[in-house]
């Protein structure tokens, strides 16, 4: 008798550690930014230059990228707003 009670307080006492809470991970959301294809540049011709110029007056340029294709995405800042635009290395705008 006191082997039943002794092996039912075991298996009693293990069935508790599994109801017991279980620790959860926490998943944090990764920001990943994939620029497409594109590498940052210090320059851009000339072209988009002057049609940066013309298409947003006072325009600002932050960054510029290129990818394989030579296609230019500027991130560009106009009065309080800022934009990302692309465009051909010859300056024609490019719908993305």
Same mark, same amino acid.
Do not use: C, H, R
């Given at each position: 008798? @006191? *082997?039943? $009670?002794?092996? /039912? ?8 550690? +599994?109801?017991? &809470? ?26 988009? @230059? *002057?049609? $940066?110029?013309? /298409? ?8 510029? +990228?290129?990818? &394989? ?26 719908? @993305?």
């Amino acid at each position: 008798m @006191k *082997k039943l $009670l002794l092996s /039912a307080a075991i298996v009693l006492g293990s069935l508790s550690s +599994y109801a017991g &809470e279980v620790p959860t991970e926490q998943v944090q959301n990764q920001l990943s930014v994939f620029q497409e294809g594109y590498i940052e540049v210090e320059t851009v011709p000339d072209a988009v @230059k *002057k049609a $940066l110029e013309t /298409a947003y007056p006072g325009a600002v340029l932050g960054k510029a +990228y290129i990818n &394989e294709k030579k296609e230019y995405k500027l991130e560009i800042t106009v009065k309080d707003q800022k934009a990302t635009v692309y465009a051909d290395a010859a300056g024609n705008w490019i719908n @993305k």
